[in-house]
């Protein structure tokens, strides 16, 4: 499984950001899809999550009302709109991949990783 995010880049703080992030290879009926975060010095800590229905989503505390996350139309895909964004959120942002359950996500171990991508918040 390959998973490709896109959409990192520079924004002032108060600005919008949307990551995508498409998995490739193979497909799955039901799984988890998240994203996840590394600021410089810092460890990896989770952000979002969503199910393979897009009905059931988790938030990290200091994103949620912010940060929204959505399944795409096309199978295996995930959105996260950033909005009202902050320099605290500057970080590589990267998205996963879990065939099993939401707490193996929350828990930060997803078997899929894909690369990273940089998310910059000017102040």
């Known amino acids: 499984v390959q998973l490709q995010a896109s959409g990192g880049g520079l924004v002032q703080a108060g600005g919008s950001l949307r990551l995508s992030c498409a998995a490739s290879?193979?497909?799955?009926?039901?799984?988890?899809m998240g994203w996840f975060r590394q600021a410089p010095g810092k460890e990896r800590e989770f952000v979002a999550a969503?199910?393979?229905?897009?009905?059931?989503?988790s938030y990290a505390d200091s994103v949620l009302g912010r940060f929204t996350i959505s399944r795409g139309n096309a199978k295996n895909t995930v959105y996260l709109r950033m909005n009202s964004l902050k320099p605290e959120d500057t970080a590589v942002y990267y998205c996963?991949?879990?065939?099993?359950?939401?707490?193996?996500?929350?828990?930060?171990?997803?078997?899929?990783w894909g690369q990273g991508t940089q998310v910059t918040v000017s102040s």
């Open positions: 290879g193979r497909t799955f009926s039901t799984y988890y």
């Open positions: 969503v199910d393979w229905t897009g009905g059931r989503t």
């Open positions: 996963a991949l879990d065939p099993g359950n939401i707490n193996v996500i929350l828990g930060g171990r997803p078997d899929y």
